[in-house]
């Protein structure tokens, strides 16, 4: 049984005057989409106008996403200046992504680097990772380490190099070892609570104000197998 976020029960990781930062549980969303479901930024900002007692409207910037299945750290903004520039942040590579994943399958080997050509298909929301450069492809790249293993899966620590769309979950299935749950990717069965075990672990920026290097993590959910991590 899933747990959505609202207002009374938000995991905030980090929060100041310019950015906020969530723990986002299965099933949130970060922008509003054609679901209708009321999204993560809503809640957020709902939080702090109860919070600091704000009048009006409350400004928050959606400045990345996470997929619904997904858990982990998510960061807003909450002023025009750090949007613009958490947005350069984002766009320039200039900050560090690490996720981890569990897989029924074990990689080949303990670690490694992926490159893949992703070409996205929008008619059932997937992108599929080519060996080679495909028409409408973009490149995608990752590493990867075995940082634990589990009775019956084995937990990956995954650096991203670049932002795909499913990347994590493409190149993964492409050597074999699909995220437990994710039926889309070629899991053989799904997760109760209709998530994936696809969790964003740790953030370090640079601050979009400060100009100081922050360092945030998000902890697992509370569930059986991120429990024996």
Avoid: C
Avoid at 44 to 63: A, D, F, H, Q, S
Avoid at 84 to 98: D, G, M, P, S, V
Avoid at 176 to 192: A, E, F
């Amino acid at each position: 049984m899933k747990t959505v976020s609202n207002k009374e029960n938000l995991q905030v990781l980090y929060e100041d005057n310019h950015i906020i930062a969530i723990n986002k549980r299965v099933g949130d969303i970060v922008q509003g989409d054609k679901t209708g479901d009321k999204p993560l930024s809503d809640i957020v900002k709902e939080y702090i106008k109860e919070k600091y007692n704000k009048p009006g409207e409350v400004y928050l910037g959606v400045v990345h996403r996470l997929d619904r299945p997904t858990t982990g750290i998510v960061v807003f903004a909450r002023t025009s200046k750090a949007l613009t520039r958490l947005n350069a942040l984002f766009k320039n590579r200039e900050t560090q992504k690490t996720y981890w994943a569990i897989v029924k399958t074990k990689p080949a080997a303990n670690e490694g680097h992926l490159v893949h050509f992703l070409k996205r298909n929008e008619k059932n929301n997937t992108s599929k990772a080519f060996e080679k450069e495909v028409e409408n492809s973009k490149l995608a790249s990752l590493d990867y380490k075995v940082i634990k293993s589990l009775q019956h899966y084995t937990v990956l620590e995954i650096l991203l190099h670049t932002g795909r769309h499913h990347q994590i979950r493409a190149q993964l299935a492409a050597i074999g070892s699909p995220i437990k749950g994710d039926l889309k990717y070629g899991s053989d069965r799904s997760n109760p609570d209709g998530g994936i075990h696809l969790h964003a672990r740790r953030l370090v920026l640079i601050h979009p104000v400060l100009q100081t290097e922050i360092s945030i993590i998000a902890p697992v959910p509370d569930e059986p197998v991120w429990n024996a991590v």
